[in-house]
């Protein structure tokens, strides 16, 4: 009889304590969800077109095309996806950019996928709008070097093909192939590189979207205080930051050169070593990493910016969970993204 | 009653004579395809592979990766899409290709398309095989510029990503990943760029497939004798000859340098000038013309061939109808061809 007893008081207690449990990791990750909607958001399904340059499909397919298009470039041998293939989440796995004939380009190239949502364009954040950074590209010595705007659209108005693409895409204008357009349709195109990921599956409330350890990782991510700057639908782009705000980055990452960031801009004090936060959607997948691509390793890299940046120094697991949720940001790349069009012909 | 009987005569006689001229018409269209079907095959339906690399699924797909993988150069700048982007027919509208770290190339990019089929590869005719082409090019100064084979594999090898590809691309091998088999892999990738067009239709009997002006055009492509070289399946890419028969090439093309041809590869003096019979398939949209891409315009390219071939100086109503045939020969890209692959993360 007592040992009936006994019995039933242990699987009851058992019993409770896996309900206690059960209910502990679901508000666990209730609490967790909740934490992460407070600094986080989906990607939204539209990205946001300036006055100007309202998106329509024949905008978004001659931007396309132009994309793609080397006769946009002094030598025919650069396109926008020089430094950004989408065979690799549209950047190009080297730390800068190789450009016209050879030359280095001074930054790492960051991916154009989800691009439009930043607040604004390059490292440094000298690129008000893609419209702007395209247009910028086209006279640039280290990508497209047109000797001047001229040069650029003489090249596209050679072309006859062009011709009717421009003006099903600028409807009304008379010579619709100028700069300012070019500009404009690639950056329409741009408009359409979405790549949401399972994080976003998760924000939207499937909880059970997230691994342990990305959970885990999404956890130490906040606790170590990653999102201050990496926050919003992009995990950052939204903001400028001091890269090496407790020791100089430098020191860390074993640049080669000093980049003053915004002070070669600004020239004002408080803009050295201020870069743009990068978006963090797709890092695992499009190192190296930093303004210089000085680092390979994604695990170097999120060890370099909690010590540099708050003077943290995170423990192997707690890099693996924060590298493991980092991962959950991989977004998908539709078959719309890996295809290209056909060109028209030189003549 | 007179008049009646003149009226009766003169309708039989007009009907005559249309049954006669539609006769005519056909009988002509058919002399026209036989004579055609004499020179000239459809793009066969299978690209041949070599014993030692018969095509599977799995290694058409590593092989398509590996055609954009930037990793297998020395720069991290280099594919194969380089010099054969595929929303340009798979050449790169420029006289010469911007390879490593911008040097030119000493030739003109021809397209990759059914490159395949031809008896050899490149204008000298000094590669064998695709696969032997790809080869090369991977220590190629002006290509991928590997100082050696390691360098390419073991980056190829630091690629987790590729372990699988390579070993269900090539079943039973222990170490997969090497020289020899990237090359056999984006080779048999390569025997899937097909591109057959309207004149293959034509030649399967579809005589109302080319319009009147594209038939002319063929006619006086086989009275001027181009078909003597320009024949086969490819129009072309299967045998060698003189560039300039009769005249030297240069003085009509206006070539800045003067190219020995394969005099340079075997030193005999027959040589001197020799190049493959370039395939006139996608003439029309893969500009500039020539070894050194030295022409800009199809129609410069006809005169000029007719000229320094056989000594004739055609009129430009029959360069036009030749410029016109050779419209017929731009193929048709595929889904699959226009389409990229994810390629796998650096780590």
Excluded at 1 to 17: A, G, Q, T
Excluded at 19 to 24: D, I, K, P
Excluded at 38 to 56: A, E, G, Y
Excluded at 99 to 119: D, E, S, Y
């Amino acid at each position: 009889m007592k040992i009936k007893k006994i019995l039933w008081i242990s699987f009851v207690f058992v019993l409770l304590s896996f309900v206690a449990a059960a209910s502990g990791v679901s508000q666990e990750s209730d609490e967790l969800l909740r934490q992460a909607r407070v600094v986080f958001q989906p990607l939204p399904s539209v990205m946001p077109s300036p006055k100007d340059n309202s998106s329509t499909p024949a905008k978004v397919t001659l931007g396309k095309m132009l994309f793609y298009e080397r006769r946009l470039s002094a030598s025919g041998g650069i396109s926008c996806q020089t430094c950004h293939p989408m065979s690799t989440y549209a950047a190009d796995c080297i730390p800068k950019s190789i450009g016209h004939l050879g030359k280095i380009n001074p930054r790492n190239a960051p991916t154009v996928l989800n691009a439009g949502f930043q607040f604004s364009q390059h490292w440094r954040g000298d690129r008000p709008s893609l419209e702007d950074q395209a247009d910028v590209s086209l006279l640039s010595p280290f990508a497209y070097a047109n000797a001047n705007y001229d040069e650029a659209q003489n090249r596209i108005k050679s072309i006859p093909g062009y011709w009717e693409l421009f003006q099903k895409a600028f409807p009304g204008e008379k010579e619709p192939i100028t700069h300012d357009n070019i500009a404009r349709a690639i950056s329409a195109f741009e408009r359409t590189l979405f790549s949401s990921s399972r994080f976003d599956q998760f924000l939207a409330g499937g909880k059970k979207v997230l691994t342990d350890k990305e959970r885990k990782g999404l956890n130490v991510f906040l606790d170590t205080g990653c999102a201050a700057c990496h926050n919003g639908a992009l995990v950052g782009g939204m903001t400028f930051q001091k890269f090496g705000v407790v020791t100089p980055y430098w020191k860390a990452t074993g640049s080669q050169e000093i980049d003053q960031g915004r002070f070669d801009i600004t020239k004002r004090e408080e803009d050295r070593y201020i870069f743009k936060v990068p978006p963090l959607r797709n890092v695992s997948v499009t190192d190296p990493y930093f303004h210089d691509g000085s680092v390979n390793r994604i695990d170097r890299a999120v060890k370099i910016m909690a010590e540099v940046q708050m003077g943290k120094r995170l423990n192997e697991q707690d890099v693996e969970s924060i590298v493991s949720f980092l991962g959950s940001l991989t977004g998908t790349l539709t078959q719309e993204v890996l295809t290209v069009l056909v060109l028209p012909p030189s003549r």
